[in-house]
C-alpha cells in the first residue's frame, strides 16, 4: 500500500511565497510521473504542474513563470515552490504519484494525497 503525506500549506499574503511537499511511503517499484492539482471551492479540480519521471515538467498557464515543480526521487518527494502567490491562487493542493506496477498491461498505480489548504490573503 502506498501513501503520500503533503506538508506546507498555509496562509499567506499576497505576494508572499510558499513551497508545498508531498512525499510517498510504502511498497513502490518507481515512481513515475508527479504532479499538483488545486481545487477551489465550487470550481473543478485542475492541474497546477506536473513532472515526468526524466524531469520534464509542464505548467497550467496561471501559474507559469511563478510556480515550480521538482522532485527527489531519493528522498520520493515532490515539490512546488509557489512564488508571487496571488488570492485566486489560494484553493487545497492536492498531490498525484503515478507508480510504476508489475501490471502486465504496463498500468501505472495511482495514488492522491489528502491536500493541503493554501489561502493568500490580500
Known amino acids: 500500500q502506498v501513501q503520500l503525506v503533503e506538508s506546507g500549506g498555509g496562509e499567506v499574503q499576497a505576494g508572499g511565497s510558499l513551497r508545498l511537499s508531498c512525499t510517498a511511503s510504502?511498497?513502490?517499484?518507481?515512481?513515475?510521473?508527479m504532479g499538483w492539482y488545486r481545487q477551489a471551492p465550487g470550481k473543478q479540480r485542475e492541474l497546477v504542474a506536473g513532472?515526468?519521471?526524466?524531469?520534464?515538467?509542464n505548467y497550467a498557464d496561471p501559474v507559469k513563470g511563478r510556480f515550480t515543480i521538482s522532485r527527489d526521487d531519493a528522498k520520493k518527494t515532490v515539490y512546488l515552490q509557489m512564488n508571487s502567490l496571488k488570492t485566486e491562487d489560494t484553493a487545497v493542493y492536492l498531490c498525484?504519484?503515478?507508480?510504476?506496477?508489475?501490471?502486465?498491461?504496463?498500468?501505472?498505480?495511482?495514488?492522491w494525497g489528502q491536500g493541503t489548504l493554501v489561502t493568500v490573503s490580500s
Open positions: 510504502g511498497d513502490i517499484l518507481r515512481l513515475n510521473a
Open positions: 513532472i515526468t519521471s526524466g524531469g520534464d515538467s
Open positions: 498525484n504519484v503515478r507508480i510504476a506496477t508489475l501490471d502486465p498491461w504496463g498500468r501505472d498505480l495511482e495514488v
